[in-house]
């Protein structure tokens, strides 16, 4: 048996009401108030609203009164279910998306590969590359601050590693969604699929280039102590804002192009105004610019257990605010967008 919609008068006040095959489904009074909405076996809330949206529909035609009222209740009632089913969609995407580990895993690690096909050295070119780059600046920038070079190379090395990874976060998600064109059009698969390929790509390249960091404690004979193992949940904080920060860009850039343009100029502007290649005690007199950086905190968090210190207390604070604003956009571009995104790439 299929909905019934019922129109009647109860002690002098219009309503509408639909029942489903197991009991009411909803129903809709003169100023649009809602008598039931609708948590039946039958459909749940989000059929629920569609029926109240039919009834409101049926009731405008036959008492444009009560109509007008029902239809703005109705609208309301229809956005408010569309919400909670698009949410379930969304944690639903991500819960597939776990699942499917050994896919995005396996697709992220050919995306390193396909970069190198044929060369000789494969993925260890980034390693080497990474290497000349710490080297030459370490041995230029120490000069420069006349620092001495065993107290700089490492406090530049942990730098440039971070933000490598901090920074291809940023610049390179505008590509997330857009460059997986092919696979959304053909292949039915959850999106967060896309987002978990996109950040184990750059984990692993992170992860090749930190042998750079032990290279640099063994020439120098270092030693950070015990606090370096702050340094394995201040990643785990890092790549969670990074997950979140390439979800939001992904979903931006595949509505605007010009947005990966515009991060990759701000990119740039924060890698000169954070102290990587400059240590923080040389802007005395201007600390406002590290305070109100959300990348300097983000990156000391990390850096100072990987240098033998703690982060300070505004760092953890600053960090926790940073991560619950980012992950509370990223929830909610994905929850109210993600559908559009097969449109937009």
Same mark, same amino acid.
């Given at each position: 048996? =299929?909905? @019934? ?10 309503? &509408? ?23 039946? /076996? ?23 009164? *009560? ?29 597939? =998306? ?9 697709? =992220? ?26 080297? /030459?600046?370490?041995?230029?920038? @120490? ?17 440039? !590693? ?24 053909? *292949? ?29 404690? *063994? ?5 950070? =102590? @015990? ?5 394995? $949940? &201040?990643?785990? *904080? ?7 920060? @390439? ?6 850039? /595949? ?33 406002? !610019?590290?305070?109100?950086? $959300? ?51």
């Amino acid at each position: 048996m =299929g909905p @019934a919609l019922v129109l009647h008068r109860k002690i002098g006040i219009p309503q &509408a009401s639909l029942w489903s095959s197991t009991g009411p489904a909803g129903e809709l009074s003169r100023n649009g108030r809602i008598w039931n909405a609708g948590h039946s /076996a039958a459909g749940g809330c989000g059929r629920a609203a569609g029926y109240l949206a039919v009834a409101a529909i049926v009731t405008s035609l036959s008492e444009p009164v *009560v109509g007008r009222a029902a239809a703005r209740a109705s609208a309301s009632i229809v956005l408010g279910g569309g919400r909670a089913s698009q949410a379930a969609l969304a944690a639903n995407d991500v819960r597939r =998306g776990l699942a499917l580990w050994r896919l995005w895993s396996k697709l =992220g690690w050919n995306d390193i590969l396909q970069r190198y096909r044929r060369s000789v050295l494969g993925p260890l070119w980034l390693t080497m590359s990474m290497t000349t780059t710490v080297v /030459a600046l370490g041995i230029v920038y @120490a000069h420069i601050f006349k620092m001495p070079l065993q107290d700089f190379m490492p406090f530049l090395c942990v730098g440039m !590693l971070v933000w490598g990874l901090l920074s291809s976060f940023l610049s390179e998600a505008g590509t997330l969604f857009v460059g997986a064109e092919s696979f959304i059009k053909q *292949v039915r698969l959850p999106y967060s699929v896309y987002v978990f390929r996109f950040i184990w790509s750059r984990v692993i390249i992170f992860a090749h280039n930190f042998l750079i960091y032990f290279g640099i404690l *063994v020439y120098f004979q270092l030693w950070p =102590g @015990a606090g370096v193992l702050y340094a394995i $949940p &201040a990643l785990a *904080v890092l790549i969670l804002n990074g997950l979140c920060a @390439a979800t939001t860009l992904g979903i931006l850039s /595949a509505r605007f192009r010009d947005i990966p343009q515009i991060i990759v100029s701000l990119v740039q502007i924060l890698f000169l105004v954070t102290p990587i290649m400059w240590k923080p005690e040389l802007l005395s007199g201007r600390e406002a !610019l590290m305070t109100f950086n $959300p990348v300097f905190h983000l990156l000391e968090l990390i850096r100072a257990p990987l240098l033998g210190q703690l982060p300070t207390t505004t760092n953890v604070g600053a960090a926790a605010i940073i991560t619950t604003i980012n992950f509370a956009v990223a929830c909610s571009l994905f929850v109210r967008f993600r559908s559009r995104l097969a449109y937009w790439v």
